[in-house]
């Protein structure tokens, strides 16, 4: 059983196009993360929400949208995609107090 | 601002070479300093969590050590399967929801 899921994992699309990325978390975690990794491997959080309110936003453009509609979901939307938005985007969880955040598998965003 | 520094960018070993890699890092209240392993295409994948130093945890080969300036992680006689990047990151005081993650070591162990 994978306990962080996202799909899809590849998603290949052009300029200005609105894509989603879906995760979903089994492990019964309260707090959920969008995190970015770019060319240079380095990961950056951008969204955390804790029980489907959003507690962190790391200055991230208005087009990136996470909607989560309860805690073991966590959707991320991008709209008007740019170049630069080429990346592989993580879903991860924890639990509110715990100390430990798990990784999905990621998604590979590429923008043409 | 809380900042992570890793070294070596790349080392390769030797099967059963040990070695160490570096984690320096500036936190505001360091909450806990965390180790992580990524394989090509993968997400990370858990190691261990730190949270004060003189701590020390062990894993199979793997040894992280912690000080109020850095942390090791040490690999005692590597196996090829070690192969991968290892990447650190602290949470301060903004809570442990946020990591701050440098940008790995990317280890290759020849056999």
């Known amino acids: 059983d994978t306990a962080v899921s996202q799909t899809p994992k590849y998603l290949v699309t052009q300029m200005g196009n609105d894509k989603s990325i879906k995760c979903e978390q089994n492990l019964g975690h309260d707090t959920m993360y969008w995190y970015k990794q770019d060319s240079k491997k380095f990961l950056k959080i951008m969204f955390s929400y804790n029980n489907k309110e959003l507690i962190i936003n790391e200055t991230v453009p208005n087009r990136f949208s996470p909607k989560s509609p309860d805690k073991a979901h966590l959707n991320l939307h991008i709209n008007s995609l740019e170049l630069g938005d080429s990346a592989v985007y993580f879903c991860a969880s924890s639990q509110e107090r715990g100390y430990t955040i798990y990784f999905g598998e990621g998604s590979w965003l590429t923008v043409v | 601002e809380d900042q992570v520094t890793q070294s070596p960018e790349a080392l390769r070993l030797q099967e059963g070479e040990s070695s160490s890699l570096n984690c320096s890092y500036t936190v505001s209240g360091l909450r806990g300093l965390f180790w992580y392993r990524q394989d090509p295409g993968k997400g990370p994948e858990f190691l261990f969590t730190?949270?004060?130093a003189g701590e020390e945890k062990e894993k199979e080969r793997l040894k992280a050590t912690l000080t109020k300036k850095e942390s090791f992680l040490h690999i005692t006689a590597p196996k090829p399967e070690d192969s991968a990047t290892y990447l650190c990151?602290?949470?301060?005081?903004?809570?442990?929801?946020?990591?701050?993650f440098g940008t790995g070591t990317r280890l290759l162990v020849s056999p």
């Open positions: 730190l949270y004060s």
């Open positions: 990151a602290v949470s301060g005081n903004t809570g442990f929801q946020k990591l701050v």
